[in-house]
C-alpha cells in the first residue's frame, strides 16, 4: 500500500465518522507523516495533541489500522510551522498526557452507556451474559440488525466487560475489513503465520460487519479455521452483521451454517421511548442539559435514526460549549435551522389533526364555546400550531375563527404550563406531534 495515500484516505474516513465541525476543528489543521512503523501527527499545539489523544485516538488508531492492514505506532508532534498560536497559559514544558495502553475497544460503548428497550432486550441480555462468562453460554453469538442500531457498541461493551474483570485475557475487536486487509497484507508480505497466531489463539473475537466478507474467498477460508480453532478451545466469537447469516448473499454455507450454531439475536429499531432516553444519555455525556421536551422533539423527527441523531448533539454541543446556553426549543431551532424545527406543516393539518384527537368538530375550536371539552382542544390546537408551524399568532386567530393575537398567546401557554405540571397533558401533546409529523411525513415521501 502506498504510504502517502494513506493521510488522504484516512482523513476521508475520519470525516465521515465525525461531524464536520469536530473534523475542521481537530484534524484540518494537523499534518501527518509517515515513518517506518510510525504514524506521526504534526499538531499546532499540546492542547490539540491532548484533546485528540482524549477524545479521538481509539478511532485513530482503529481507523490508520484498516487502510494500512496493520496496527501503527502513533505519535505526535508539535509543529514548528503551525499558524495556530500555542494554547494561551500553556508552559513551555506542559505535561504530556500518556498514550492510553492500545486497545482496539472505543471505551465509551460500554454496557453502561447502553440503553435496553424492548427493542433491543434480547440483544443486550445474551450480551451481558457472554460478557459474564465467555465460551459457556452462547457461542458463537451472532447479532444482527440496520445500521445505527447499536450493534459495535453492545459488541465493544462485551469486550470492555470482560478487560476490566479479567485484564488478562486476550480480546480482539477487528471489523472484518480490518480483518480482510490484515490478512491480504500478511499475504503479500508473507506475515501469515503471525497473522493467524494472532487470531487464533484469541480468548475473545469480537468480529463486526461480517456482511463485509461476502464474496471474498480467501478471507471466508481463514475465517472458517479461525472459528473452528476457538470454538473448538473454547473460546468466545462475536459476529455482528446487517442480516441473518443465511441471509447474507455470497457467504459459504459452511460459515453461515456455522454462524447459527449458537443463538442468533436481532435488534430493532428503538421506540420513541428509547430514543429519547438516548438522547438524554449522550447529551448527558457531553454535559449537555436536554429537556425531556426537547430529547421528545428531536427523537419525533421523520428519519431520525440514532446516528443522525447524534450529529444534532454534536452540533447542540458545539454551539453550547461557545454560548453556556440551555438546550431550550428556541436553541435547538436556532441551532439546527433547517434540518429539524417547524416544516411545512399546514394550520390545516394541525387543526384536523387536534380535532379528531380530542374527537371534537374543527368548527367547534373556531368557535366561542369556553366549555373544556371544547376549549383544551382550541388550546391545544393553538400550541402546537406554535410549535409546529411557521405561523404567527394572528395567522393561527384567523385560522381558529378571528382571535386575536393576545389569546392565541394565552392559550398556548397555558397548555405549555399544564404540560409542566400535567403528565396527562404532556402525553396528549408527545401523541398529537408524533400523530402529526408522521401524516405529514407520509405525505411528503408518498407522491
Ligand atoms: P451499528 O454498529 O449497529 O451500526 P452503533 O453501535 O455504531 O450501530 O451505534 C450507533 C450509535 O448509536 C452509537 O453512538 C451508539 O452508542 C448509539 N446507540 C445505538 N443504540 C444505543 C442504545 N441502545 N443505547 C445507547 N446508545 C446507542
Ligand atoms: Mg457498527
Redesign the pocket.
Do not use: Q, W
Given at each position: 500500500m502506498d504510504r502517502a495515500d494513506i493521510w488522504p484516505r484516512v482523513s476521508k474516513k475520519l470525516e465521515n465518522i465525525l461531524n464536520r465541525q469536530e473534523y475542521e476543528t481537530w484534524f484540518k489543521p494537523v499534518k501527518f507523516k509517515m515513518e517506518k512503523t510510525r504514524a506521526v501527527f504534526l499538531v499546532p499545539n499540546h492542547f490539540f495533541r491532548n484533546w485528540i489523544i482524549e477524545r479521538y485516538q481509539t478511532i485513530l488508531d482503529r481507523t490508520l489500522a484498516e487502510e494500512f492492514g496493520k496496527n501503527l505506532d502513533v505519535e505526535f508532534e508539535i509543529d514548528p510551522d503551525s499558524v495556530f498560536p500555542a494554547a494561551a497559559a500553556e508552559p513551555k514544558d506542559a505535561p504530556l498526557k500518556p498514550i492510553k495502553p492500545k486497545t482496539t475497544l472505543d471505551n465509551?460503548?460500554t454496557f453502561a452507556?447502553?440503553?435496553?428497550?424492548s427493542?433491543?432486550e434480547l440483544a443486550h441480555s445474551a450480551c451481558m451474559a457472554v460478557a459474564e462468562q465467555p465460551g459457556k453460554k452462547y457461542n458463537p453469538l451472532f447479532i444482527f440488525?440496520?445500521?445505527?442500531?447499536?450493534?459495535?457498541?453492545?459488541?465493544?461493551a462485551v469486550g470492555n466487560y470482560i478487560l476490566e474483570r479479567r485484564p488478562s485475557l486476550k480480546v480482539q475487536y477487528s471489523s472484518s475489513e480490518l480483518f480482510t486487509n490484515e490478512l491480504i497484507r500478511a499475504i503479500r508480505f508473507g506475515g501469515i503465520s503471525s497473522f493467524q497466531d494472532k487470531y487464533r489463539r484469541l480468548d475473545c473475537l469480537l468480529l463486526?460487519?461480517i456482511q463485509f466478507i461476502a464474496g471474498r474467498e480467501r478471507t471466508q477460508q481463514e475465517i472458517f479455521y479461525t472459528f473452528n480453532t476457538l470454538l473448538e478451545a473454547g473460546k468466545q466469537m462475536i459476529i455482528?452483521s446487517d442480516k441473518k447469516p443465511s441471509d447474507i448473499a455470497g457467504l459459504e454455507k459452511r460459515l453461515w451454517t456455522r454462524f447459527e450454531w449458537g443463538l442468533l439475536t436481532d435488534?430493532q429499531p428503538?421506540d420513541q421511548e428509547?430514543k429519547v432516553?438516548?438522547l438524554q444519555?449522550?447529551a448527558a455525556e457531553k454535559d449537555l442539559f436536554l429537556s425531556r421536551e426537547a430529547a421528545f422533539f428531536l427523537a419525533s423527527q421523520p428519519d431520525s435514526n440514532?446516528?443522525v441523531l447524534?450529529g444534532y448533539l454534536n452540533r447542540l454541543s458545539a454551539a453550547c460549549e461557545l454560548k453556556t446556553e440551555k438546550l431550550t426549543l428556541d436553541v435547538i431551532a436556532t441551532v439546527l435551522g433547517p434540518l429539524v424545527g417547524p416544516r411545512k406543516v399546514s394550520l390545516e393539518k394541525v387543526l384536523g389533526t387536534v380535532a379528531e384527537y380530542f374527537e371534537v368538530k374543527v368548527s367547534d375550536m373556531k368557535g366561542s364555546r369556553k366549555t373544556r371539552a371544547i376549549s383544551h382542544p382550541r388550546q391545544m390546537a393553538m400550541y402546537m400550531a406554535r410549535r409546529l408551524t411557521k405561523a404567527s399568532y394572528p395567522e393561527i386567530g384567523r385560522a381558529l375563527g378571528g382571535k386575536d393575537h393576545s389569546s392565541i398567546v394565552k392559550g398556548a401557554k397555558k397548555i405549555k404550563n399544564l404540560s409542566i405540571l400535567d403528565p396527562g397533558v404532556s402525553q396528549e401533546i408527545r401523541e398529537l406531534e408524533k400523530k402529526i409529523l408522521e401524516t405529514e411525513e407520509l405525505q411528503g415521501s408518498g407522491g
Open positions: 465509551r460503548y452507556s447502553f440503553v435496553v428497550g427493542c433491543n440488525g440496520g445500521a445505527g442500531l447499536g450493534k459495535t457498541h453492545l459488541l465493544t463486526d460487519d455482528t435488534l428503538p428509547t432516553a438516548i444519555k449522550k440514532i446516528r447524534e
